[in-house]
């Protein structure tokens, strides 16, 4: 089994003591870390492991592989949302 690191981009982060109304930084905000023999069934297992992303406004995620080339392992996923 490999291990991902589950990530996304959406959302708004400010730096500690901001007065702006405005977010300051760019982010990236940790969805999860998961195990699966690929992507794909890293993402399965994310979103079994952590059923509350289906009715969360978190759409887009990506993860890369944890290991020494994780550059090289990046995937995007779309989180498909439950009526």
């Known amino acids: 089994m490999n291990r991902y690191i589950v990530l996304t981009t959406e959302g708004y982060t ?7 109304i405005e977010p300051d ?16 069934e890293a993402f399965k297992n994310l979103l079994e492991k ?4 289906k009715t969360s ?3 887009e995620v990506y993860c890369y592989q944890l290991n020494d080339n ?4 990046r995937e995007s ?3 498909e949302k439950e009526n």
Request: hydrophobic share 25%; aromatic share 16%; proline share 3%.
């Open 57 to 59: 406004n978190f759409e």
């Open 77 to 79: 996923f779309i989180i």
């Open 25 to 40: 930084c760019d982010n990236a905000q940790l969805i999860g870390i998961v195990e699966g023999e690929n992507q794909k």
């Open 70 to 73: 994780y550059e090289d392992t």
């Open 50 to 53: 952590y059923d509350y992303l």
């Open 14 to 20: 400010y730096q500690p003591n901001s007065e702006s």
